[in-house]
């Protein structure tokens, strides 16, 4: 089972950017539109992001105006720029590629911890 690497979490306060990246291989990337979820301790997972093959977004309403993501197809790699950041948003994050049943495959999680 293919799992795909993020990288980017980490530590930050309230107010403060993060950007989240998730390396996909090719023949993935190239044929799926890509997206970000989110799961806090108690709660189940959040859709918060998706990009199309052709650059589409669609974001929850909980992080538009806050959160970019984008695709770059030279180096295969999705990111979640992730501006204003607030407590609330503490959680792992996980990239997934979407097949045409739902999500096909899954990054590894990176946690993001904002503090007050």
């Known amino acids: 089972q293919v799992q795909l690497p993020e990288s980017g979490g980490g530590l930050v306060q309230a107010g403060g950017s993060l950007r989240l990246s998730c390396v996909v291989p090719?023949?993935?990337?190239?044929?799926?539109?890509m997206g970000w979820n989110r799961q806090a301790p108690g709660k189940g997972r959040e859709f918060l992001a998706l990009?199309?093959?052709?650059?589409?977004?669609n974001y929850a309403n909980s992080v538009k105006e806050r959160f970019t993501i984008s695709r770059n197809n030279a180096n295969n790699t999705m990111y979640l720029q992730m501006n204003s950041l607030k407590v609330e948003d503490t959680a792992v994050y996980y990239c997934?590629?979407?097949?045409?049943?739902?999500?096909?495959?899954w990054g590894q999680g990176t946690q993001v911890t904002v503090s007050s």
């Open positions: 090719g023949s993935i990337f190239r044929l799926n539109a």
């Open positions: 990009i199309t093959i052709d650059g589409s977004t």
């Open positions: 997934y590629s979407l097949g045409a049943s739902g999500p096909s495959y």
